[in-house]
């Protein structure tokens, strides 16, 4: 049984969901500092292929940044290179 893509997730690139990681932690007080890398991983058993490695954060703000996090892993898809070739 294959791994199926999930229908209801948004296709973006690795520097949409920079930005869309970065735009939603600054606009939580406790997670402004939260320094992030974010990775195409191969896609996993639960559907995604991205993960984010967060850094610098404070202990108050863990919960929040991860909730953050996993809110956004859960609405967007990374498109892979190859896909954004052939849709040039």
Not at 2 to 19: A, F, M
Not at 23 to 37: E, G, K, S, T, Y
Request: charged share 25%; glycine share 6%; proline share 5%.
């Amino acid at each position: 049984m294959g791994i199926g893509l999930r229908q209801d997730k948004e296709r973006v690139t690795l520097e949409e969901i920079r930005i869309r990681v970065g735009h939603a932690l600054q606009r939580h007080p406790l997670c402004r500092n939260v320094q992030f890398d974010i990775m195409s991983v191969p896609r996993t058993a639960r559907g995604g292929n991205w993960t984010i490695s967060l850094h610098s954060v404070e202990p108050a703000a863990l919960w929040e940044a991860s909730d953050i996090v996993a809110d956004i892993q859960a609405a967007y898809d990374l498109l892979m290179p190859a896909e954004l070739s052939s849709a040039a």
